[in-house]
């Protein structure tokens, strides 16, 4: 069973930047993807980048050119720059494989205008 484990989540001031990282363990596929999410409060939970084994990634629009997610082996970063108020949400750290889906607990990015 696969296990992540998130950090780097807090408050920040727009303008400013924040990373966030996932470590995974027990990954036994060696094709998976591992990405972010995020949820904002009221509305649905939404893809904000993902980084799949092949080394190809996607982003959301919103995010594009402020955001970057990088992987090393089982551990995916993102590192999020010229943050915005319209940025805060629960970030969520997701595995996929096509047949197993695991998601991390979570952790809030609050950003003050």
């Known amino acids: 069973q696969v296990q992540l484990v998130e950090s780097g989540g807090g408050l920040v001031q727009a303008g400013g930047s924040l990373r966030l990282s996932c470590a995974a363990s027990g990954i036994t596929f060696s094709i998976n993807t591992m990405g972010w999410y995020r949820q904002a409060p009221g509305k649905q939970r939404e893809l904000v980048a993902a980084f799949r084994s092949g080394g190809t990634t996607n982003y959301a629009d919103s995010v594009k050119g402020r955001f970057f997610i990088s992987r090393a082996k089982n551990t995916v970063y993102l590192q999020m720059n010229s943050l915005k108020p319209e940025d805060t949400a629960v970030y969520y750290c997701?595995?996929?494989?096509?047949?197993?889906?695991?998601w991390g607990q979570g952790t809030k990015v609050t950003v003050s205008s």
């Open positions: 997701k595995y996929t494989d096509g047949m197993y889906d695991e």
